[in-house]
Antibody
Framework: QVQLQQWGAGLLKPSETLSLTCAVYGGSFSGYYWTWIRQPPGKGLEWIGE???????NYNPSLKSRVTISGDTSKNQFSLRLSSVTAADTAVYYC??????????????????WGKGTTVTVSS | SSELTQDPGVSVALGQIVRITCQGD??????ASWYQQKPGQAPVLVVYGKNNRPSGIPDRFSGSSSGNTASLTITGAQAEDEADYYC???????????FGGGTKLTVL
């Protein structure tokens, strides 16, 4: 059974860089979209971005200038870096395994395995 | 605001049927996937594709789609189904992913 274990600093000061890593256990890195999602306190889910096993990345346009997602296939890990954080970046950050498919002309995307989440607080 | 629109809250009597909807232009071309999130927990995938359920998800959960609207139906709602539900798909541009704003389901 695939599991994702994530870690990283939980308390940051404004202007610092958020850095989180997610390790994939019990499954292959290939064939999936490795995704980061966040959830501010009391709010909904926000897609941050993803990295395909091929190395291609795709970011939320609202965060693109500050986000980097990278992968290390030799370690079955992928990472998130978010620069110049502010209090608005305070959230629970999740990593997830994403898949896709197509039925006739309809494509679909999903995330079937999630990490437990890391609470990141930005405060001076 | 999200490109996928969900009602903020829906209630259902125990054992009854409830439909949670998600509207967006991108849903004319893409199926949504649905996630259940209970307080303090990570989201869980409950429905994806045309109407697929991951292993372990009860068959009272089903998905459907028509026009610009995707729906998650719970047939015979249980107390443990009380949670927030999110839809997820592509945005209107087709280049990025997006979540709906979420629906809080209350089981009475």
């Amino acid at each position: 059974q695939v599991q994702l274990q994530q870690w990283g600093a939980g308390l940051l000061k404004p202007s610092e860089t958020l850095s989180l890593t997610c390790a994939v256990y019990g499954g292959s890195f290939s064939g999936y979209y490795w995704t980061w999602i966040r959830q501010p306190p009391g709010k909904g889910l926000e897609w941050i971005g993803e990295i395909h096993h091929s190395g291609n990345t795709n970011y939320n346009p609202s965060l693109k200038s500050r986000v980097t997602i990278s992968g290390d296939t030799s370690k079955n890990q992928f990472s998130l870096r978010l620069s110049s954080v502010t209090a608005a970046d305070t959230a629970v950050y999740y990593c997830a395994r994403g898949g896709s498919g197509v039925i006739f002309t309809y494509y679909f995307y999903y995330m079937d395995v999630w990490g437990k989440g890391t609470t990141v607080t930005v405060s001076s | 605001s999200s490109e996928l629109t969900q009602d903020p809250g829906v209630s259902v009597a125990l054992g009854q049927i409830v439909r949670i909807t998600c509207q967006g232009d991108s849903l004319r071309s893409y199926y949504a996937s649905w996630y259940q999130q209970k307080p303090g927990q990570a989201p869980v995938l409950v429905v994806y594709g045309k109407n697929n359920r991951p292993s372990g998800i009860p068959d009272r959960f089903s998905g459907s789609s028509s026009g610009n609207t995707a729906s998650l139906t719970i047939t015979g709602a249980q107390a443990e189904d009380e949670a927030d539900y999110y839809c997820y798909s592509r945005d209107t541009s087709g280049n990025h992913r997006v979540f709906g704003g979420g629906t809080k389901l209350t089981v009475l």
